[in-house]
């Protein structure tokens, strides 16, 4: 991915941050300065962390300015000394920053806390013609992943490719393996799709309105009829963090740009284009 943009243009040096631990409740918030940099780290159901700001007399505004590696996962919320919520706005910021800001009382302090909310993964998969002589190690292959889904840590949906508008298998996300075992089991796999771009905006799309880190595991060959919703689709990665993990099932007459079309969807947001040699790889 790097090239000639990366040759002549320096990264912007990483702020100097204070490594932050031992913070994972209220009473240990840490105390945090104007203008300086903090770095830690949040999991879900596991791990959160708070933070103490004393504002100035003089102030009314609290702005604060997170950003993750490679992406931000953590939402944010503020209280006061009495625990009460203070409502926050948080949109975003310059290279990748999500600001949040409150209006507050000057000469009071508030705490800051960072959680990352469950997981949310579309499982996005061809049911095209081209890529029906992997249809039986694809269906092992889903049911293998949503058996493994951790219930609390990690929602999950299915996405067939779909010529009409795409349409999920479950209602709701799930994060229970029995439920999504049964969404496998029972989809009558009728569909025979190739569009491959309008099925990675349904899930781009869906995922916008969830919170956390998003990915999204796509399964195809990139045989696929979807031009048309190109410029839609990478309107839509820009705008949402999702990590698009991209599984190659070779076929096609043009491997080369079917290959280069899913390194470019992986590459958006930080995901993993792979391949794999045999069938039972995937």
Not at 151 to 158: D, G, H, I, Q, Y
Not at 253 to 275: E, F, I, P, V
């Amino acid at each position: 991915s790097a090239a000639m943009y990366e040759r002549m243009v320096a990264a912007p040096a990483a702020p100097n941050a204070e490594e932050v631990t031992g913070n994972g409740k209220r009473d240990d918030a840490k105390k945090i300065e104007s203008g300086k940099a903090y770095r830690g780290r949040v999991v879900v159901d596991e791990k959160e962390d708070w933070y103490r700001i004393e504002v100035p007399r003089d102030h009314n505004t609290l702005s604060v300015n997170l950003q993750g590696d490679p992406m931000l996962k953590a939402v944010a919320s503020l209280q006061d000394e009495s625990g009460k919520t203070i409502p926050v706005k948080t949109g975003p910021g310059p290279g990748g920053i999500t600001r949040v800001e409150a209006i507050v009382e000057g000469g009071n302090t508030y705490f800051l806390r960072l959680v990352e909310p469950p997981r949310s993964i579309a499982l996005d998969f061809d049911n095209s013609s081209s890529v029906r002589p992997y249809s039986p190690t694809l269906y092992r292959a889903l049911g293998r992943f949503v058996e493994a889904v951790q219930p609390r840590r990690e929602f999950v949906n299915l996405l067939p490719f779909q010529d009409r508008p795409p349409k999920f298998l479950l209602p709701d996300w799930s994060d229970q393996p029995y439920v999504l075992q049964g969404a496998v089991q029972n989809y009558s796999r009728v569909d025979a799709s190739s569009n491959a771009e309008l099925a990675l905006l349904a899930a781009t799309q869906e995922l916008e309105k969830r919170q956390g880190s998003k990915a999204i595991l796509l399964l195809t060959d990139a045989a696929s009829d979807g031009y048309g919703k190109t410029a839609e689709l990478w309107a839509a990665l820009s705008r949402v963090p999702a990590r698009v993990f991209a599984v190659e099932l070779h076929n096609g007459n043009y491997a080369q740009k079917q290959q280069q079309l899913m390194r470019d969807w992986a590459d958006a947001n930080d995901g993993h284009y792979s391949t794999f040699r045999t069938s039972e790889d995937i």
